[in-house]
């Protein structure tokens, strides 16, 4: 059963304007939160974390929310480039789960010039 | 440069024929890991590893196996491949503990496909 959910499979965004990419989860002992970005024949490779004790963490363009009673969090990518066209993936984890990864399905974004 | 390398890239191959993916990192991480990523399915854990000898399941381990006898080696084994197993194979790897840097870092992916 997927515990960690992206249900927008798609997202586009003009260049410059805000692209919010959400994912929810429904596993409450998740502790810890991810967002890896994948191009095209490559990896998957980390954007950015934000533990269950925060509620946002922010990093250039980048900022993750987390909202814990909703089961909740999003990924804000201001302002959008055309380099950000990607596949993102929500992932979540338990300290106590090997350190395993539950990743969401995937969103694609495309932000056009 | 730190990295995860995956060997094959890309692979064709026909059902039955045993055949091994091997992955290897560099950076010294205890934690390895493998996954499949699936259209509509995003990526799912097939086994995992916490430190040399210490292997373990993940979501999807049928038909399946690892070996990790040294840190830096976490080959994936298919013994009798099966055309349900064609996929994008990813090897990661990390260093549990290590507070923001406690990431996974990927390969670049190895490309199955079983006829």
């Known amino acids: 059963d997927q515990q960690v959910k992206q249900n927008s499979p798609s997202l586009s965004v003009q260049e410059g304007r805000i692209s919010i990419l959400n994912c929810d989860y429904t596993?409450?002992?998740?502790?810890?939160f991810l967002w890896y970005k994948k191009y095209p024949a490559e990896g998957p490779t980390f954007l950015i974390s934000?533990?269950?004790?925060?509620d946002k963490n922010e990093d250039g363009r980048f900022t993750v929310f987390l909202n814990k009673s909703a089961k909740h969090l999003s990924l804000h990518i201001v302002p959008s480039q055309p380099g950000d066209s990607a596949v993102y993936f929500c992932?979540?984890?338990?300290?106590?789960?090997?350190?395993?990864?539950?990743f969401g399905k995937g969103t694609s974004l495309l932000v056009t010039p | 440069e730190a990295q995860v390398t995956q060997n094959p890239r890309y692979l064709i191959t026909v059902t039955g024929k045993k055949l091994t993916v091997t992955c290897s990192q560099n950076?010294?991480?205890?934690?390895m890991s493998w996954y499949r990523q699936d259209p509509g399915l995003g990526l799912r854990q097939i086994y995992y590893?916490?430190?040399?000898?210490?292997?373990d399941k993940g979501d999807v381990p049928e038909g399946y196996k690892v070996s990790r006898k040294e840190k830096r080696n976490f080959p994936l084994i298919l013994e009798s491949p099966s055309p349900n197993q064609t996929s994008l194979y990813f090897c990661?790897?990390?260093?549990?503990?290590?507070?923001?840097?406690?990431?996974?870092?990927f390969g670049p992916g190895t490309r199955l496909t079983v006829l």
């Open positions: 950076m010294n991480h205890e934690y």
């Open positions: 990661a790897s990390s260093s549990p503990g290590q507070g923001v840097e406690d990431t996974q870092y």
């Open positions: 992932a979540a984890r338990t300290s106590n789960s090997g350190y395993a990864l539950n």
């Open positions: 596993n409450s002992m998740f502790d810890y």
């Open positions: 590893s916490m430190n040399v000898e210490v292997t």
């Open positions: 934000i533990s269950s004790i925060k």
